[in-house]
């Protein structure tokens, strides 16, 4: 069903989608989840009087919640809505799902709406309120992200041009990638993330001079994986943390 409020896809998992282990890449259904939430957009824009062709969505935040990958050619649902509106962002949920409609990956993301022309944020137009859905996927989290971090570990990251979306910044869903940029320090072979938070805080606009601070913490259930990327100038683009559990 494809309507106002809920947008849904079934699929058979394909293979480009997932790693080399055959699970789902996190990159992949973050690039699809933002398709999906842009064609239901459009929808909204056929209701509502909003001025496109200066104003864009811009993401502020994720919170991801994985219970289980889902591996190639598996049957799933991938499901998106707007569950809370402010005039200031609206929260979206996206959700991955099996064939009996159980939550695999639990997404929760916060996003605001940005005058290119103006070159500011500006306010959510209060028409899309009517749009808001309760789902009863939770949007809960009891994670919060440190505010300051010792970081061990620096090193240069490389940006390819198609990286980069249409407002040439670094497209979000690449962010996810850098989580396994740090094998000097990771397990990637018997751990995997349970419990992801992202926050941007500038955006990347250029290929070369990029880099990554991290850090890697032993927790009670697992690995504690902290982040920072950091745009050519030197100015903070996001910050991620990620906790990993063993296989």
Request: glycine share 4%.
């Given at each position: 069903?494809?309507?106002?409020?809920?947008?849904?896809?079934?699929?058979?998992?394909?293979?480009?989608?997932?790693?080399?282990?055959?699970?789902?890449?996190?990159?992949?259904?973050?690039?699809?989840?933002?398709?999906?939430?842009?064609?239901?957009?459009?929808?909204?824009?056929?209701?509502?009087?909003?001025?496109?062709?200066?104003?864009?969505?811009?993401?502020?935040?994720?919170?991801?919640?994985?219970?289980?990958?889902?591996?190639?050619?598996?049957?799933?649902?991938?499901?998106?809505?707007?569950?809370?509106?402010?005039?200031?962002?609206?929260?979206?949920?996206?959700?991955?799902?099996?064939?009996?409609?159980?939550?695999?990956?639990?997404?929760?993301?916060?996003?605001?709406?940005?005058?290119?022309?103006?070159?500011?944020?500006?306010?959510?137009?209060?028409?899309?309120?009517?749009?808001?859905?309760?789902?009863?996927?939770?949007?809960?989290?009891?994670?919060?992200?440190?505010?300051?971090?010792?970081?061990?570990?620096?090193?240069?990251?490389?940006?390819?041009?198609?990286?980069?979306?249409?407002?040439?910044?670094?497209?979000?869903?690449?962010?996810?990638?850098?989580?396994?940029?740090?094998?000097?320090?990771?397990?990637?072979?018997?751990?995997?993330?349970?419990?992801?938070?992202?926050?941007?805080?500038?955006?990347?606009?250029?290929?070369?001079?990029?880099?990554?601070?991290?850090?890697?913490?032993?927790?009670?259930?697992?690995?504690?994986?902290?982040?920072?990327?950091?745009?050519?100038?030197?100015?903070t683009a996001a910050v991620m943390e990620s906790y990993w559990r063993k296989i």
């Amino acid at each position: 069903m494809n309507n106002l409020t809920i947008y849904e896809n079934t699929m058979k998992l394909a293979g480009s989608l997932c790693d080399k282990t055959g699970k789902l890449k996190l990159s992949s259904v973050i690039e699809r989840f933002v398709d999906m939430a842009g064609e239901q957009t459009d929808l909204w824009e056929k209701e509502c009087d909003f001025p496109k062709n200066t104003t864009s969505w811009i993401i502020n935040k994720y919170d991801i919640k994985i219970y289980s990958f889902p591996q190639k050619d598996d049957i799933i649902k991938l499901i998106t809505y707007q569950s809370r509106y402010t005039r200031h962002f609206c929260e979206r949920i996206y959700a991955v799902c099996d064939e009996n409609d159980n939550v695999l990956i639990r997404i929760v993301s916060f996003w605001s709406v940005r005058d290119y022309e103006k070159m500011k944020i500006v306010s959510v137009p209060e028409e899309y309120s009517r749009f808001t859905h309760d789902g009863g996927i939770t949007s809960k989290t009891d994670k919060k992200m440190a505010k300051n971090t010792d970081y061990s570990h620096t090193t240069p990251i490389y940006i390819r041009t198609d990286d980069f979306d249409t407002n040439l910044h670094v497209n979000n869903a690449k962010y996810f990638s850098f989580m396994y940029e740090c094998d000097d320090v990771m397990d990637y072979e018997n751990y995997v993330p349970d419990e992801i938070l992202l926050n941007f805080v500038g955006g990347i606009n250029h290929k070369d001079g990029n880099t990554m601070s991290y850090l890697m913490e032993d927790t009670e259930d697992g690995i504690k994986l902290s982040q920072k990327i950091c745009s050519s100038g030197g100015e903070t683009a996001a910050v991620m943390e990620s906790y990993w559990r063993k296989i």
